[in-house]
């Protein structure tokens, strides 16, 4: 889960803030000042594993990678990964091409605790939802989501879930999606 920036909620709990800058010779970087800031709950969206294309040097595949060590804490290998698709997203706003990615990991992966980087502002929790929950979860509307977290479990529930009468299976720790924009 991630601050929900350009939501309409984000965008009320961001009024009133400023932007305190480092005095000449001080390092750090930029924080907001937000005196009457919600908790983040407020503004919460679940969305996918995801990082910004910003590394001429590395693939698309190596970008993933770093961001799914970054963001949830497991390594995964560049060879680990399947491409799903591309897509566009934001379309009439920003146009971004997005490519998703899947990942299968395990409690063998984990090397960290994730989270992101707090200091860039990022509060990132990972979620588990339990296969047997996946559609139920992807379809409710009151749950706030990308349509990125939707298609996703869809192409999932298409593709990777187990074709079995037991739907009860508890295999959340299966697989992970990612996507990030790019392209």
């Not at 969305?47 to 970054?70: F, N, Y």
């Not at 990991?105 to 047997?132: A, F, T, W, Y």
């Not at 977290?149 to 992970?176: C, L, Y």
Request: aromatic share 6%; hydrophobic share 30%.
């Amino acid at each position: 889960m991630k601050p929900a920036c350009t939501s309409p909620e984000g965008e009320q709990a961001a009024e009133g803030c400023t932007l305190a800058t480092p005095e000449e010779g001080q390092e750090g970087s930029e924080k907001a000042r937000c005196p009457h800031q919600p908790p983040a709950s407020s503004g919460v969206t679940y969305e996918l594993c995801s990082g910004i294309v910003d590394k001429p040097h590395l693939s698309l595949e190596e970008i993933a990678c770093q961001e799914v060590l970054e963001e949830c804490g497991y390594e995964v290998s560049v060879s680990k990964l399947r491409r799903i698709t591309s897509y566009r997203s934001g379309v009439g706003v920003t146009g971004a091409k997005q490519t998703m990615f899947y990942a299968e990991v395990s409690e063998e992966n984990r090397v960290g605790d994730g989270g992101g980087q707090p200091e860039e502002g990022e509060l990132i929790e990972v979620v588990k939802v339990p296969l047997h929950e996946a559609m139920t979860f992807a379809y409710n509307e009151s749950i706030p989501k990308t349509m990125g977290v939707i298609f996703s479990f869809m192409w999932f529930h298409s593709n990777m879930a187990p074709k079995t009468d037991d739907s009860r299976q508890e295999s959340h720790h299966r697989g992970s999606v990612v996507g990030y924009p790019g392209g």
